[in-house]
T-cell receptor
């Protein structure tokens, strides 16, 4: 059973702080991981993908992957109220994605 | 990446009826995927639609309930058949555009069954 686990939150952070979102996965067969952002009433929007151990940075976002611990994280620096959304972690298994339940992030101004 | 459109954007249907959802992409893609997002839930893959072959369904989803067509490399349809209120969900298509490894989602179809 391929499972991706996330804390549903909500995670509340003040504006300008670092938001840390975490995800664990059960099946070591996944070689790729993705973070999607979903605003209420909208479809998921890809913000980061990561395929190898370590960190990957893109603007204010940093994805981290630790395959030994089966752990993926997303850091959002200088959080803005516009970052308030649900963040979905997904593991790639071949062509398929298995999604976690999502973490609600609230950035307070 | 790719421009993906879905029709209809939303619909309210009576139980026992069927609804066909269309997904159109602005570039040729090998695989298209159909997901369901039930209220307050995450995304669940229904099936993978390949051009020229039958769709591959995930556990818990069957062709009689969710028939899929893929007549060409830019278009697919998902039909939700004999609907019940439990089918009320957002239905999303996604694609992997040429030159990419990641899936990108269409805007979704919000279905309410009364």
């Amino acid at each position: 059973q391929k499972e991706v686990e996330q804390n549903s939150g909500p995670l509340s952070v003040p504006e300008g702080a670092i938001a840390s979102l975490n995800c664990t996965y059960s099946d070591r067969g996944s070689q790729s991981f993705f973070w999607y952002r979903q605003y209420s009433g909208k479809s998921p929007e890809l913000i980061m993908s990561i395929y190898s151990n370590g960190d990957k940075e893109d603007g204010r976002f940093t994805a981290q992957l630790n395959k030994a611990s089966q752990y993926v994280s997303l850091l959002i620096r200088d959080s803005q109220p516009s970052d308030s959304a649900t963040y979905l972690c997904a593991g790639g298994y071949g062509n398929k994605l298995v999604f976690g339940a999502g973490t609600i992030l609230r950035v307070k101004s | 990446s790719a421009v993906i459109s879905q029709k209809p954007s939303r619909d309210i249907c009576q139980r026992g009826t069927s609804l066909t959802i269309q997904c159109q992409v602005d570039s040729q893609v090998t695989m298209m995927f159909w997901y369901r997002q039930q209220p307050g839930q995450s995304l669940t893959l229904i099936a993978t639609a390949n051009q020229g072959s039958e769709a591959t369904y995930e556990s818990g989803f069957v062709i009689d309930k969710f028939p899929i067509s893929r007549p060409n490399l830019t278009f697919s349809t998902l039909t939700v058949s004999n609907m019940s209120p439990e089918d009320s969900s957002i239905y999303l298509c996604s694609v992997v555009p040429p030159g990419f490894y990641e899936q990108y989602f269409g805007p979704g179809t919000r279905l309410t069954v009364t």
